[in-house]
């Protein structure tokens, strides 16, 4: 764990019109055959949105307690700046007292398109045809999300839409009560996610290009 008596610096606040152009360039993990890298939201709508945690679906089927508790950890330290991390209207950078700097951006909620069948509920009318849905879906983020749902929040994410569709997100949408929070990291896929494919990770969204997620040090 990172933070035991947390303390946090800001380095540096980024506004959203640079946060945005900042999530234009997150690749994929998977390159193109040539070695170029593919940049799925490089022309998609990019907003800011507040949201209800009923408005997105997770994709996930854990949440690490450790991780949890250190969103609640840091939302306590930032709140003296003023800056409460479920309702960030762009990013900051960050350092805390071991000199671990990353940056703190919204959860990402992306669109995704989905080709559904509708199941019918008792007393319902059976459709045979398939009909294709676009569901919004926490691409990153998703502790920050399960945070606010503890607390009875809302949320603000960066909206994503219009991604390119030839590299759809690599898991299903699921329900929130499927989610548990554990220890570790569950060993199995199945214990993870619904992934879509086998070869899933070549379409995960590499958002460690910006500096989020594990903090980057800055000393030895």
Request: proline fraction near 7%; hydrophobic fraction near 35%; glycine fraction near 6%.
């Given at each position: 764990m990172f933070f035991e008596i947390m303390k946090i610096d800001i380095l540096k606040k980024i506004d959203f019109d640079e946060?945005?152009?900042?999530?234009?360039?997150?690749?994929?993990?998977?390159?193109?055959?040539?070695?170029?890298?593919?940049?799925?939201?490089?022309?998609?709508?990019?907003?800011?949105?507040?949201?209800?945690v009923?408005?997105?679906?997770?994709t996930s089927f854990y949440v690490i307690g450790?991780?949890?508790?250190?969103?609640?950890?840091?939302?306590?330290?930032?709140?003296?700046?003023?800056?409460?991390?479920?309702?960030l209207?762009?990013?900051?950078e960050i350092k805390n007292e071991r000199g671990h700097v990353w940056t703190l951006m919204?959860?990402?909620?992306e669109v995704a398109e989905r080709e559904v069948f509708y199941v019918p509920q008792d007393g319902e009318i059976e459709y045979l045809d398939k009909v294709k849905l676009?569901?919004?879906?926490?691409?990153?983020?998703?502790?920050?999300?399960?945070l606010a749902r503890e607390l009875g929040e809302s949320f603000n994410a960066v909206y994503v839409s219009g991604a390119l569709s030839?590299?759809?997100?690599?898991?299903?949408?699921?329900?929130?009560?499927?989610i548990k929070e554990v220890v570790e990291v569950p060993a199995t896929k199945v214990e993870k996610k619904f992934?879509?494919?086998?070869?899933?990770?070549?379409?995960y969204r590499d958002f460690g290009v910006l500096g989020c997620g594990a903090p980057r040090g800055t000393s030895k």
């Open positions: 946060l945005e152009r900042m999530v234009r360039g997150v690749p994929l993990l998977k390159k193109r055959e040539d070695g170029s890298n593919v940049y799925v939201y490089e022309n998609a709508d990019i907003s800011l949105r507040e949201l209800g009923n408005d997105v679906n997770p450790e991780n949890l508790q250190t969103q609640r950890d840091l939302r306590k330290a930032l709140s003296s700046h003023g800056v409460d991390i479920l309702h209207e762009g990013a900051y919204p959860p990402v909620v676009n569901v919004p879906i926490i691409n990153d983020g998703m502790h920050r999300a399960f030839d590299f759809p997100f690599y898991a299903h949408p699921n329900s929130w009560d499927k992934y879509s494919r086998e070869d899933c990770y070549g379409l």
